[in-house]
């Protein structure tokens, strides 16, 4: 039987007639103690060792907790890192994108000054050319003038007006009326000489 200790205090063992109290009683009463006894001592050595466990569980968590708090300081370290590094990559980029646009651009220009004096040395080879033709044609005899179209041109809807077609006779090709002359304009490059290099 197992004893709590309110138990024990109020325990009453029988008296033998001299006095003393009953052996058979008094030795189970003390085997009943000493199994209570026990099973407590059982007890409480479970429960230490389940505090020991419990205890290393809860130093675990505490290494645990304190592991994850360092690495969630790490992780946002790393944030920032790399955050502050993708702005200054992107800053470095946009700094090169605009240097890039301003090469561009000056190449761009330097092309345009190319062309546009290109442009004004063509124009230059093409004035003296004309004025080469200018100066051919005025050496050449004058040629007659053309004459003027008939007055009165044939209807289309009366067909009686036409008249047929002759043979043509071998006849002279037309001549070209005569180029007239166009003012010369100050020119930019060496033009007196008339002495180019084509090209």
């Known amino acids: 039987m197992r004893y709590t200790p309110v138990e024990l205090r109020h325990v009453k063992i029988g008296r033998s007639t001299f006095g003393g109290y009953r052996k058979l009683e008094t030795e189970k009463l ?7 006894f026990e099973e407590v001592w059982r ?23 304190s592991l994850l708090a360092s690495t969630l300081v790490a992780a946002e370290k790393a944030s920032t890192e790399i955050r502050e590094a ?14 890039e646009a301003r090469s561009v651009t000056r190449g761009a220009q330097s092309e ?4 546009f004096t290109e442009v ?21 005899p004058a040629s007659p ?7 009165h041109w044939p209807k289309r809807h009366d067909t009686r007006e036409f008249q047929a077609v002759q043979p043509a006779q ?9 180029v007239q002359s166009v003012p010369d304009e100050p020119d930019e490059g060496p033009s007196t000489a008339r002495d180019f290099a084509w090209g």
């Open 43 to 65: 007890d409480r050595g479970e429960l230490t060792d389940k505090l020991e466990d419990v205890e290393k569980t809860l130093a675990e968590v505490k290494q645990r907790e």
């Open 120 to 140: 004004r040395r063509v124009e230059t080879l093409l004035r003296a050319a004309l004025g080469m033709v200018e100066e051919t044609r005025n050496e050449l």
């Open 170 to 178: 071998a006849q002279e090709p037309p001549k070209l009326p005569p």
């Open 145 to 151: 003038v053309a004459e003027p179209p008939p007055e």
């Open 112 to 115: 345009r000054e190319r062309l």
């Open 30 to 36: 003390i085997e009943d103690i000493a199994d209570s």
């Open 86 to 99: 993708a702005k200054r990559e992107a800053e470095l980029i946009i700094a090169e994108a605009h240097q």
